[in-house]
């Protein structure tokens, strides 16, 4: 079956942009994690989604970032006022149920130059 | 406070066996997870652990002792395609689970 998506697969913005970064989990997936990863560095852990709502988004680094799951499928990573520093991999991970082995989409690949 | 650590690069031999280390120190846990990460791919799921003792499947195994916060990794037979980045995380329990992430072991498989 499909696996969990993430779109799109690089993204090349300017300082001060605004983007979304866009996640397909997979299908029956309750629990939906972001993760921010720097070179050489392991995941570390953004927002977690249990349906539509947020229910942990201790690991947003500051109010630039946001996240949505309206309908409790697709989730949507915002960043505001793009900053270098941001530039990073940004995976996404889904699983059946909190608990359950987290499943991650391929990541997208942020520059901000 | 959490913190993970695990050895930054190893390096072995075709054929061989080779073990990957994991010591943990967190204020909540639900389990370990060990994930292969191969170069500017997503982490794939190898094993969990969440009661001591050793978990096989194929080639690789993964042990855990919770009273030494402690966990390894280990791959038999080894291959060329095996050279990765292997992922320690340890899920930290409550209503979330996240996993809090070591840095990864670099590990190169040579000929």
């Known amino acids: 079956g499909a696996g969990v998506s993430q779109t799109p697969s690089n993204k090349v913005t300017e300082k001060g942009k605004y983007v979304e970064l866009r996640c397909d989990p997979i299908?029956?997936?309750?629990?939906l994690y972001w993760y921010r990863q720097s070179l050489g560095q392991g995941p570390e852990f953004l927002i977690y989604f249990q349906g539509t709502g947020a229910a942990d988004d201790s690991g947003l680094p500051n109010d630039r970032f946001f996240a949505v799951r309206p309908e409790g499928s697709v989730s949507t990573l915002k960043i505001q006022r793009t900053e270098r520093g941001d530039s990073a991999v940004y995976l996404c991970?889904?699983?059946f149920g909190s608990g359950e082995t987290q499943y991650f989409g391929p990541g997208t690949r942020l520059l901000v130059l | 406070g959490q913190n993970i650590d695990q050895p930054t690069e190893m390096t072995a031999t075709e054929g061989a066996i080779v073990q990957i280390n994991c010591t943990y120190q967190t204020s909540g846990f639900n389990g370990l997870f060990w994930y292969q990460q191969h170069a500017g791919e997503a982490p794939t799921f190898l094993s969990y652990n969440v009661l001591d003792g050793l978990e096989e499947k194929g080639r690789f195994s993964s042990f855990l002792s919770r009273s030494k916060g402690y966990s390894y990794l280990l791959l038999k037979e080894l291959q060329m395609k095996d050279s990765a980045s292997y992922l320690c995380a340890v899920t930290h329990g409550g209503a979330t689970n996240k996993l809090i992430f070591g840095t990864g072991t670099l590990l190169a498989v040579q000929p």
């Open positions: 991970a889904s699983s």
């Open positions: 299908s029956g997936h309750t629990a």
